[in-house]
């Protein structure tokens, strides 16, 4: 069975500066994995994926993700934060084996003016 | 806007009762997924569907069912709630890996 985890309960990062939330996962077979973005009271916005090929993965928003295997890790990040980024990160896995979507606990990202 | 849309956006209702919850999917998906976002439980998988056809089970609890129709949209249905099963329901659609989430139903159960 896969799993994520987001060490990281919540984050807290001045506007301007580089943001991180990190991730760990564990699958067997091949991992495909995500970050979704959280806005209240609506659903989950696609980041980003890895599914293969060039480690440093780009997605919406100025967001980017490093997929790293000997580490098991994909941690998002951001050069320079924004209010607007203040939201709940999700991080999640699917397993080549079963095509399961599995979801970390979540980060809380605050970014102060 | 993912394309995906679910309704009710709220529901209220009483322990013992049933209720429908439906998704229709972005167009061209046919795979439509199914999720329950609770304080606790945080985010899980509940079950998914595949031009009709039930593919993957998650952590779906038996009072719960679900289904597919010919023209892709699915509902998720909710018996004998109890007053845990309050949380946010979402559904999600893919065509490739990455699924595209609803903006959720909410439900209460009181």
């Known amino acids: 069975a896969q799993s994520v985890a987001q060490p990281e309960d919540q984050v807290n990062v001045a506007e301007g500066n580089p943001l991180t939330v990190k991730c760990t996962y564990s699958v067997s077979g091949n991992p495909y994995l995500f970050w979704y973005v959280q806005y209240p009271n609506r659903g989950l916005q696609f980041l980003l994926k890895?599914?293969?090929?060039?480690?440093l993965v780009k997605g919406s928003y100025g967001f980017e993700a490093e997929f790293n295997k000997s580490q098991t890790s994909f941690h998002l990040k951001k050069p320079s934060a924004l209010v607007s980024d203040s939201a709940l990160y999700f991080c999640?896995?699917?397993?080549?084996?079963?095509?399961?979507?599995?979801f970390g606990a979540g980060t809380t990202v605050t970014v102060r003016a | 806007d993912s394309g995906v849309t679910q309704t009710p956006k709220h529901l209220i209702t009483a322990t013992g009762q049933r209720v429908t919850l439906r998704c229709s999917p972005r167009?061209?998906?046919?795979?439509v997924y199914w999720y329950q976002q609770s304080l606790d439980q945080g985010l899980q998988f509940l079950i998914q569907?595949?031009?009709?056809?039930?593919?993957a089970k998650g952590n779906i609890l038996e009072r719960f069912s679900a289904q597919q129709f010919p023209d892709l949209h699915s509902e998720l249905n909710l018996s004998s709630l109890e007053l845990g099963d309050s949380a946010l329901y979402f559904c999600?659609?893919?065509?490739?890996?990455?699924?595209?989430f609803g903006p959720g139903t909410r439900l209460t159960v009181l």
């Open positions: 999600a659609s893919s065509t490739t890996v990455e699924q595209f």
């Open positions: 999640a896995v699917l397993s080549s084996n079963d095509y399961k979507l599995s």
């Open positions: 167009s061209g998906d046919l795979s």
């Open positions: 890895y599914i293969t090929g060039d480690n």
């Open positions: 569907y595949y031009n009709g056809e039930e593919r």
